[in-house]
């Protein structure tokens, strides 16, 4: 049972342009979003999180919305650049240690 | 460079063969965790150690057997490994867990680069 679904798995956007990468859960106790990034033949890096005590968190070029009565997320990059290029997995708890991920979305960021 | 070390970088090992992943993290962090990644999946959560206690074992047969010797370091003991054992395995650590004074804030994992695990 796959409790966070980035239903996407893959994007394409071109360099400049707005990148919206989706999420879905269906566990209602998650309280704690992030999004992270991963190289291949590298670890998951922490980009962003968000409570859900709040619906919207910005760092630089990426903002992460959190809409819970849709059990929804989204990561918006923009300006979107070629060094994105990645896949991007989000992640929930419910106020324990357990963190649970998505299945992942590769983007890429083409010239 | 991450600050969650992991050694190897990557280990080959027979079904027969004991061996043993290691993982260091001088930031202070009070969590550490085991995740296992297959290729084109999400990483999977093996085990959780809060303040140097198992918190959290998500059913893994015995034949992966968790180590905290202290606050900064966790090791993962393989033995008698089957070859769809092979996969990535990610150490993480956060700056709080469950049980300690800052249970109730929410941190980031923060992963190493992991171990490349082949059984042959």
């Known amino acids: 049972d796959q409790q966070v679904k980035q239903n996407s798995p893959s994007l394409s956007v071109q360099e400049g342009r707005i990148s919206i990468l989706n999420c879905d859960y269906t566990n209602s106790m998650f309280d704690y979003f992030l999004w992270y990034k991963k190289y291949p033949a590298e670890g998951p890096t922490f980009l962003i999180s968000i409570s859900s005590i709040k619906d919207k968190n910005e760092d630089g070029r990426f903002t992460v919305f959190l809409n819970k009565s849709a059990k929804h997320l989204s990561l918006h990059i923009v300006p979107s650049q070629p060094g994105d290029s990645a896949v991007y997995f989000c992640a929930a708890s419910a106020d324990t240690d357990k963190l649970i991920f998505g299945t992942g979305t590769r983007l890429q960021v083409f010239p | 460079d991450t600050e969650v070390t992991q050694t190897p970088k990557h280990l080959v090992m027979g079904m027969t063969n004991k061996k043993s992943l290691k993982c260091e993290q001088h930031?202070?962090?009070?969590?550490m965790y085991w995740y296992k990644q297959k290729a084109k999946k999400p990483p999977e959560l093996m085990f959780v150690?809060?303040?140097?206690?198992?918190?959290i074992n998500e059913s893994v047969p015995s034949r992966f057997s968790p180590e905290c010797p202290n606050s900064s370091l966790l090791n993962l003991h393989l033995h008698a490994l089957q070859p769809e054992d092979s996969a990535l395995y990610l150490c993480?650590?956060?700056?709080?867990?469950?049980?300690?004074?800052?249970?109730?804030?929410?941190?980031?994992?923060?992963f190493g680069n992991g171990t490349r695990l082949t059984v042959t």
């Open positions: 150690y809060s303040y140097e206690k198992l918190s």
């Open positions: 993480a650590s956060s700056l709080s867990g469950s049980g300690g004074p800052l249970s109730s804030y929410n941190s980031p994992l923060h």
């Open positions: 930031m202070g962090h009070r969590a």
